[in-house]
């Protein structure tokens, strides 16, 4: 199974609110008509996160499909074009990043209803291939971080290969998604033994540059088997 993951930014001149509120109230409903979607989930970023420094993104769209056949038939419905004339009426369409992932699910547990989930947008070393990346980020990176403490579910999100066949290049060579029941659960993890050999094993497959990081909460939109779930998300105190 394929995932696109899309990276997006606010529209100019719209508020978090309003821009969480039409992607979900409006967008969503348009993208779960799409045929051939498997999974729909849409990350809002905790509105405390922008009380310090703007974010990587304003928002993650995950949507997994069959294979790339899939992709193509779906891209070719009318439901596929009207989600993206909608693009525009709140992301910033000169800023939209879509990568064609595959998934590695290093840690197979729920993730928690009310929970918090982490995006992580990496970078490989300038002198490692992609390939080269992706295995250590797998075979090695993978179960140190596996080790941390609370930490419910942590799936990496590997671009496609093919896709550096292609310019410009991706706007991050992989993408860490953990999951954990609160931000202090997750705050907890930083200063263990897990998180001291994680940083120290970065040097080796990492570019020096920070590790941009967002904080959400996830809403799932379509579920695998294409049923809606429209439960609301939680109410969320901004605390991070």
């Known amino acids: 199974m394929l995932k696109i993951c899309e990276l997006v930014h606010r529209r100019p001149g719209l508020s978090v609110e309003q821009f969480q509120a039409y992607w979900r109230e409006t967008h969503g409903p348009i993208v779960a008509t799409i045929p051939g979607i498997r999974r729909y989930v849409q990350s809002h970023p905790l509105p405390g996160g922008y009380g310090k420094a703007p974010l990587a993104w304003d928002g993650v769209a995950e949507i997994w499909v069959d294979d790339k056949a899939a992709l193509q038939a779906m891209s070719r419905t009318p439901a596929f074009a009207a989600a993206k004339a909608d693009e525009p009426n709140f992301i910033d369409s000169d800023r939209l990043e879509e990568l064609l992932t595959h998934e590695e699910v290093i840690?197979?547990?729920?993730?928690?209803?009310?929970?918090?989930?982490?995006?992580?947008?990496?970078?490989?070393?300038?002198?490692?291939?992609?390939?080269?990346?992706?295995?250590?980020?797998?075979?090695?990176?993978?179960?140190?971080?596996?080790?941390?403490?609370?930490?419910?579910?942590?799936?990496?999100?590997?671009?496609?290969?093919?896709?550096?066949?292609?310019?410009?290049?991706?706007?991050?060579?992989?993408?860490?998604?953990?999951?954990?029941?609160?931000?202090?659960?997750?705050?907890?993890?930083?200063?263990?033994?897990?998180?001291?050999?994680?940083?120290?094993?970065?040097?080796r497959f990492l570019a020096p540059d920070p590790v941009p990081l967002v904080i959400t909460r996830e809403r799932v939109v379509l579920d695998h088997v294409g049923a809606v779930a429209d439960a609301p998300a939680p109410a969320d105190t901004g605390q991070r």
């Open 107 to 203: 840690v197979d547990g729920a993730a928690p209803a009310g929970g918090v989930k982490a995006f992580m947008f990496l970078n490989r070393r300038a002198d490692l291939t992609p390939e080269a990346f992706q295995a250590h980020w797998r075979a090695v990176h993978g179960p140190i971080v596996a080790g941390y403490p609370r930490l419910r579910r942590y799936v990496q999100s590997h671009v496609r290969l093919g896709r550096y066949r292609k310019a410009p290049p991706p706007a991050c060579d992989g993408i860490a998604v953990l999951w954990f029941d609160a931000v202090d659960d997750m705050r907890a993890g930083t200063s263990s033994e897990a998180a001291i050999a994680a940083r120290a094993d970065g040097d």
